[in-house]
């Protein structure tokens, strides 16, 4: 979440007139994140999430805005949208498409327990067996997204840096894309997009990079977020944490023969694209008016520090 374009009060205000929600009382925007516009609303002492969609289109917005309800339904709770008077999720201000909705209650854990973690393996398998029917938007920053970017910014690296960037697309290649099984994932649930209150998990956010995809890719994102030691600067994995998101999981969902096979190398391959998403808006910045630029450094050191490992016991 971030905040790229300003939105003054008097257009909020305008835009919520079609809502009957009430008076604006405040709003403050949100600067985490590089994709979205954010601003947290307080609407007749109720709170709620102002979204404006920077990259995505009116209709590519809608179908996430439809997953999100269609998860609520599978009683996997997430931000949900608000429907305007005509019953329309999406609004357009300054020429951008924008939607309204739901506040969950709690806040992200940057210092997860592993019953937080268990918890995150939990709703993950949850979300993939019950979204596999689910129409699917296919992976707009996969195999090719990664290969164009790699290009894109490796003239402007160093040469171990160079050789690290190879690394990790020929990791994809070592992948056997086609026999996994897939299902609609998440593909962002990092610590700030889970909510927790009172050690238990009010809901899910940002599923504004959700798609149709192997399901290892969300496991490799969660464990190399929620297991990894952020305070040492050292970045290694704790074996405690990284079972219980995995105990988590296979409660709902055991793995397959080869997917536990192939973890290791998912775990390497999204920490190598991490690593290359934030090097290439640290390259080339997003501009908006306020927006939270992510060290690259620490994925490297994740990354570096998967390669380093042969084999990983499930």
């Known amino acids: 979440m971030s905040v790229i374009t300003s939105i003054t009060e008097g257009e909020l205000t305008d835009f919520l007139s079609a809502y009957n929600l009430g008076e604006l009382q405040s709003y403050q925007g949100i600067t985490e994140g590089t994709v979205n516009t954010n601003y947290l609303l307080n609407i007749n002492h109720q709170k709620y999430i102002f979204t404006v ?5 009116k209709e590519t917005a809608e179908h996430y805005l439809t ?27 300054k020429g951008k498409p924008a939607c309204l909705v739901s506040f969950l209650p709690g806040k992200s854990n940057q210092h997860p327990s592993p019953e937080n973690c268990r918890q ?3 709703y993950l398998a949850k979300m993939h067996i019950n ?15 990664r290969t164009e970017h790699a290009l894109k910014i490796f003239t402007k690296l160093s040469l171990d840096d160079q050789q690290l960037l190879q690394a990790g697309l020929n990791i994809q290649k070592k992948i056997h894309w086609d026999l996994l099984p897939k ?4 593909y962002d649930l990092f610590r700030d997009n889970a909510f927790f209150e009172k050690d238990q998990l009010t809901g899910v956010i940002d599923f504004y990079y959700a798609c149709f995809d ?8 969660a464990i190399n977020d929620w297991c990894t030691n952020w305070q040492d600067k050292k970045f290694n994995i704790s074996p405690v944490h990284f079972r219980a998101l995995l ?4 409660t709902i969902r055991p793995f397959e023969t080869l997917e536990q096979q192939e973890l290791l190398l998912f775990l390497q391959l999204m920490s190598f694209h991490f690593w290359l998403t934030r090097t290439v808006n640290q390259h080339f910045p997003p501009i908006g008016e306020s927006i939270t630029l992510k060290d690259p450094n620490e994925f490297k050191k994740i990354f570096k520090n998967w390669l380093s490992i042969t084999s990983l016991k499930i």
């Open 53 to 57: 969609f920077e990259v995505l289109n």
């Open 131 to 145: 979204s596999q029917s689910f129409k699917p938007l296919s992976n707009p920053m996969g195999i090719e997204w």
């Open 214 to 221: 192997v399901m290892l890719l969300d496991l490799a994102i």
């Open 67 to 93: 997953l999100t309800e269609f998860l609520s339904k599978q009683a996997l709770s997430c931000a949900t949208p608000l429907l305007d008077n005509h019953q329309n999720s999406i609004r357009y201000i």
């Open 247 to 250: 105990n988590g999981y296979q």
């Open 120 to 122: 995150i393996g939990l």
């Open 183 to 186: 299902s609609t994932i998440h």
